[in-house]
């Protein structure tokens, strides 16, 4: 391997760090899909066809890793989930994945800080394997292509890979703060309807 090729730190950096992100959310993974894509745009050192396989392999592994920790270990997670929520949130949550399952894990993967949530929920009641795996499949593509859309049109309005990077990285935390804020305010507005 050439550790002077920028391609080789950028594939595996790429990969690594939205599968990282994906399990553990200390690194941005949108801003690192969005970076790569602007880079892809603006320099031959990474190609976008595989920035956008890499993201989409790296969320999807990173997200079925998440979906399996409750999976295999969901019977004393369970005991425990039970012993702090109510037995009919817990049926409410049930009936949610039985009925729109795919739904709820396609909107946890776009929604910032949804992902995680929905995935040990998911896991812990028992969604199925084979549901799981093709929704999980077409969440991860979405959110990659909506993401490197963002480092698309960076780099399609500056020829320099710093500024595309930077300008990325300012419009993926822009997206996530607003669609952040649209979600806080939906809960409230939905919290003062039940009362």
Known sequence: MNWTDPSAIGYPALFGGVLLGSVIPIVPTGAVVGAAAAVAMTTDHLSLPLVLLLAVAGAYLGDVITFAVPRFGSEPLLRFVERRQQAERLAKGREQFARRGWQLVVIGRLVPAGRIPVLLAAGTLGYPWRKFLPSGLLACVLWAV?????????????????????????????VTAVTTLISKKRAAHQTEGHR
């Open 146 to 174: 909506a993401y490197s859309l963002l480092g698309i049109l960076s780099g399609g309005i500056f020829d320099s890979p710093l500024i595309a990077t930077l300008l990325a990285t300012v419009l993926v935390l822009l």
